[in-house]
């Protein structure tokens, strides 16, 4: 079975512009989580959904970012405009056995903002 | 912050020992999980201690969970030069579905 999908891998943009990262959770899974991972801040939770709902967003760090689950088989993590300083790794995982089950990571969409 | 600190934050051992990281955290949780990842890779799930259990063994992993001092710790015995890797635990907070890593413990195995 595919794991969790998660694209661009690599992504390379200019300060200003707007960067879109997608994720494809596991078939069957009812949650679904956007991280964060710097070499400063280590790994940040910025946003989970539940059944496609945001139910917690209080760590997506400022106004530039936002998050979308259409349906229960893709997200978007939006960043507009970007900063040099959104440059990370950003992870997507997604879980199903119940409310707090061993969660399953993407390999990660690396992000730099020059 | 309610991320939990890890210790050490690096560790370098031979093949063949055993390593020992460790782990705590601020509020009471439901479980507490272990990952593990390699460079450039995501995350992988290795073992979950729910907050009524106080040890849990999968393989050469073994798992201790203090409530009362809120902490646990990561045991790999008989290590090996593939176990190199950055080790984080997870905790899961009560009545959330909030999942809350640590800074994690890079370790490496030398052959």
């Not at chain 1, 596991?26 to 709902?53: A, C, D, K, P």
């Not at chain 1, 106004?63 to 993590?77: C, G, V, W, Y």
């Not at chain 2, 009362?68 to 190199?84: F, G, Y």
Request: glycine share 8%; proline share 4%; hydrophobic share 35%.
């Amino acid at each position: 079975d595919a794991g969790v999908i998660q694209s661009p891998r690599h992504e390379v943009t200019e300060m200003g512009q707007e960067v879109t990262l997608r994720c494809k959770p596991i078939s069957g899974h009812n949650s679904l989580f956007w991280y964060r991972q710097t070499m400063m801040r280590g790994l940040e939770l910025l946003i989970y959904f539940n059944n496609n709902v945001p139910i917690d967003d209080s760590g997506m760090p400022e106004d530039r970012f936002s998050a979308k689950m259409p349906n229960a088989s893709f997200s978007t993590l939006k960043i507009q405009p970007s900063e040099p300083r959104d440059s990370a790794v950003y992870f997507c995982a997604s879980s199903g056995t119940g409310v707090t089950g061993e969660l399953f990571f993407g390999e990660g969409s690396r992000l730099t903002v020059l | 912050s309610q991320q939990g600190e890890e210790d050490p934050q690096a560790l370098s051992i031979q093949e063949g020992e055993n390593a020992t990281m460790n782990c705590s955290y601020k509020t009471s949780i439901n479980n507490l999980q272990w990952y593990r990842q390699n460079s450039g890779r995501g995350l992988v799930h290795l073992i979950l201690i729910r907050s009524n259990e106080r040890e849990k063994h999968s393989g050469r992993l073994r798992v201790t969970l203090d409530t009362s001092k809120k902490s646990s710790s990561l045991l790999i015995t008989a290590s090996r030069a593939a176990d190199t890797a950055s080790y984080f635990c997870a905790t899961v907070f009560l009545g959330t579905y909030k999942y809350i890593f640590g800074t994690g413990t890079r370790l490496k195995v030398l052959a």
